[in-house]
């Protein structure tokens, strides 16, 4: 894991090939983050994982989050695993809820990974969070007829109410 | 006449499952057939999705536990551990010595007993039946010392934030330690059985061949990995438990085949007996949980006679503890390859977000390149060695 200062320093070798595509940066718990934009993190990926000397090769998890009520609420966390460094380094991609029916979008890094296939459909799946330029964004876990985005921090932890026959003929 | 003689060939599409012997859960899968090779392949899941990562979200820290061991109902000890150590990160609790060296031993067992199934299974679908028999024997005694330590032979609910939830028994290092010396001549012996075996032999060797880049590339670990010859194990990669002081192999693979796969896992059982032999000699007196009342229960002696305990028995029982608002991602070596839980606490009782990366689930996109090509029964042999677990892979 690169600690607090060097994590900084990355944070400075990526301005200096991608300025302004690092956000913000945090260390808590021994855990290094970069908060990237979203708009731009397939570079920030692509770069991480091909300039020399850094080699984030694998792609470890990629997990969806909903900070609700924080704003932007959404996140993506892409975990990423240097195996000759043995360092882990997770890059974070806010994003806003676009309101309404419409579903946040981010690129997908299929491409650059692809073990991220299923992960981003599952993400999809959960979150309602489109990954742009995935080759099969479909549920994965749910029903294909699924209506609603269920990990989503408002959508109601709850089951379908089963009618039994034994209460529907006595008090039904 | 001469498209009468020419051979014809016609792509005819399959569905197997998801209610198949030998799909090891309800895994379906659509498979384009050219005669009996395997054109392409689509694995459909989802048919045991329970929302336990969403029901976790409901329940207290400590009640999450038992819902994550259903996750992957063979190797729940590991569900526990990834969890209960992602919890411990955001809180920053170090847990006691004995404690890491007890869970390390539990970990172990769970990784033979769940290499035990996947043995037995696969076996059973080669055509080897007596191999079943033989491995849940081994199987049923791992789990008599489930039962000792913990009252369950199954989904134990033993680790605890903070440590294990009782010390182990009397008697349980003996009856721990003769198994231990015993399973790796059982191991031989189902070598014996299998390493010659014509049948055996034909149907896995020089078949489901992925390249270690590939494998990497689609983010397959643990054993699947080792046996394309890359020795990655997280246990040796970051310092966790009572790994970092006990001296075990990592077993690699050559070729990659399921032959390998197969190499890989019966010498990851003689590892792991290893290992909790060495725990045995090495447990370290002391208490077997952190003494943090802010987290860990009180024992259950001082209830009667501290009003304090009582106390806190009561606020931790009824509201929880509460964690401060961050982020963790931690991840342990599961019989199946990188085991990683992300706990997101908001500040209150009850865990934000709790994720897994399984490892069948991610595993199980390299199933396509494992049987692409190869024949239909090449494609079963395959799937027993990548070893899915449904119910990990759903959730």
Redesign the interface.
């Known amino acids: 894991m690169p600690d607090g200062p060097g994590l900084e320093l990355l944070r400075g070798e990526i301005d200096a090939d991608l300025a302004g595509v690092v956000l913000d940066t945090s260390y808590?718990?021994?855990?290094a983050v970069l908060i990237v934009d979203p708009a731009r993190v397939r570079d920030v990926l692509t770069w991480l994982r091909d300039t020399p000397g850094q080699g984030y090769?694998?792609?470890?998890?990629l997990?969806a989050?909903?900070?609700l009520p924080a704003q932007p609420r959404f996140a993506v966390?892409y975990?990423l695993l240097n195996?000759d460094r043995?360092e882990?380094l997770?890059v974070k991609a806010l994003l806003a809820d676009p309101g309404e029916d419409a579903l946040p979008e981010i690129d997908s890094c299929v491409e650059l990974?692809?073990?991220?296939?299923?992960?981003e459909r599952?993400a999809y799946d959960?979150f309602g969070i489109v990954f742009k330029g995935h080759p099969d964004l479909t549920?994965?876990?749910?029903?294909e007829d699924y209506v609603g985005w269920?990990?989503r921090?408002d959508?109601p932890?709850g089951g379908e109410p089963v009618t039994f026959t034994y209460n529907e003929r006595n008090y039904g | 006449m001469a498209e009468l003689t020419e051979p014809r060939t016609e792509v005819m599409t399959v569905n197997i499952g998801p209610h198949h012997p030998a799909t090891h859960g309800v895994l379906r899968l659509i498979v384009d057939l050219e005669g009996e090779v395997v054109q392409d392949l689509k694995p459909v899941?989802?048919y045991v999705?329970t929302?336990i990562?969403?029901?976790c979200?409901?329940k207290s820290y400590w009640k999450v536990i038992p819902f994550v061991e259903r996750m992957d109902y063979v190797s729940y000890f590991f569900q526990m551990e990834a969890f209960c150590g992602a919890v411990e990160?955001?809180i920053?609790l170090e847990i006691p010595p004995r404690a890491k060296y007890l869970r390390t031993i539990f970990l172990e067992l769970n990784r033979i007993h769940s290499h035990l199934v996947w043995l037995g299974t696969t076996a059973l679908d080669l055509g080897a039946i007596s191999m079943l028999w033989y491995c849940f024997r081994e199987r049923d005694k791992i789990l008599d010392l489930f039962e000792m330590a913990a009252g369950q032979r199954m989904h134990t609910r033993y680790f605890q934030v903070g440590g294990v939830i009782e010390d182990i028994p009397l008697g349980f290092e003996a009856k721990c330690r003769a198994f231990a010396e015993e399973m790796p001549i059982r191991v031989g012996q189902y070598e014996d059985l299998l390493d010659r075996n014509e049948v055996f032999l034909q149907r896995t060797k020089g078949t489901g061949i992925v390249s270690r880049e590939r494998l990497?590339?689609?983010?397959?670990s643990g054993p699947l990995l080792r046996a394309a010859g890359e020795p990655?194990d997280l246990r040796k990669?970051?310092d966790y438990l009572a790994y970092p002081e006990l001296d075990f192999k990592i077993p690699v693979g050559t070729v990659g085949d399921n032959y390998d796969r197969y190499r890989v896992r019966v010498a990851e059982m003689v590892e792991s007996a290893r290992i909790v032999a060495q725990c045995l000699d090495a447990l370290p007196e002391g208490p077997f949980i952190a003494d943090d009342r802010k987290y860990v229960l009180p024992p259950r002696s001082e209830l009667s006679t501290s009003m304090e305990s009582l106390i806190h028995h009561f606020k931790l029982v009824t509201e929880g503890y509460r964690v401060d608002p961050?982020?963790?991602?931690y991840?342990i070596e599961s019989p199946r390859g990188?085991l990683?839980c992300?706990v997101?606490a908001d500040g209150s009782a009850k865990p934000?977000?709790v994720?897994f990366?399984d490892p069948s689930?991610?595993n199980?996109?390299a199933f396509r390149d494992m049987a692409v090509d190869g024949y239909v029964a090449d494609m079963i042999a395959s799937l027993g060695m990548l070893d899915p677990i449904l119910g990990g892979v759903?959730?």
């Open positions: 808590a718990k021994e855990r090769r694998f792609l470890s998890s997990h989050a909903d900070y966390h975990e195996r043995v882990r997770r990974f692809p073990t991220a296939e299923f992960q599952e959960f549920r994965i876990l749910l029903p269920p990990q921090r959508f932890v | 899941i989802g999705h929302g990562e969403k029901s979200e409901d990160r955001l920053e990497l590339e689609l983010g397959v990655w990669a970051f961050g982020e963790v991602y991840s990188e990683g992300m997101l934000a977000r994720h990366r689930f991610v199980l996109q759903d959730r």
